[in-house]
């Protein structure tokens, strides 16, 4: 057999050991973004900001439909707040996670319930678009995000 046709064999023998493992850290990479998630719902429900803030990345740029650019160090700043219980709350449903490398992408939909003074609550959906990349101690953290508009809300 000659050297060519042999590395040939070679390589097509290992391919299906490296999607695999490929297929096998997309699927973990997608757990630990789901995990992360459910995390920052738990935390945020109770106004557990310094715990929230776990799921952003240094790098954080988000886009509201309305007011300022999110940013890691606006989020730093309002973990850093003695915690209280919110007046806000929320429901996720994760409707796609792809995986590809080093980044991922989220799309979800939010429930944002509202107590206000009056003790009148009001609900409204949002759909959001997520980026998420991979750090260099293998964690998952938010680097982008946009929502898309609010609306209301009926259960």
């Known amino acids: 057999m000659k050297l060519p046709q042999f590395l040939c064999i070679a390589l097509l023998s290992a391919a299906p050991k490296a999607f695999g493992d490929a297929n096998a850290s997309d699927t973990l990479a997608e757990r630990q973004i789901r995990s992360a998630l459910a995390d920052w719902v738990s935390a945020a429900n109770r106004g557990d900001y310094k715990t929230a803030l776990k799921v952003w990345a240094p790098d954080?740029?988000?886009?509201?439909?309305?007011?300022?650019?999110?940013?890691?160090?606006?989020?730093?700043?309002?973990?850093?707040?003695?915690?209280?219980?919110?007046?806000?709350?929320?429901?996720?449903?994760?409707?796609?996670?792809?995986?590809?490398?080093?980044?991922?992408?989220?799309?979800?939909?939010?429930?944002?319930?509202?107590?206000?003074?009056?003790?009148?609550?009001?609900?409204?959906?949002?759909?959001?678009?997520?980026?998420?990349r991979r750090q260099p101690d293998?964690?998952?953290?938010?680097?982008?995000?946009?929502?898309?508009p609010v609306l209301p809300y009926k259960r």
């Open 138 to 148: 293998m964690s998952w953290k938010i680097s982008r995000w946009i929502d898309g």
């Open 60 to 132: 954080l740029v988000g886009w509201a439909s309305d007011g300022a650019d999110d940013t890691y160090q606006r989020e730093a700043e309002s973990a850093a707040r003695p915690m209280q219980a919110p007046k806000t709350t929320y429901q996720l449903t994760i409707n796609e996670v792809i995986v590809e490398g080093s980044l991922a992408v989220v799309r979800d939909t939010w429930i944002e319930t509202t107590r206000r003074d009056t003790g009148a609550e009001t609900a409204s959906q949002f759909r959001s678009y997520e980026v998420w």
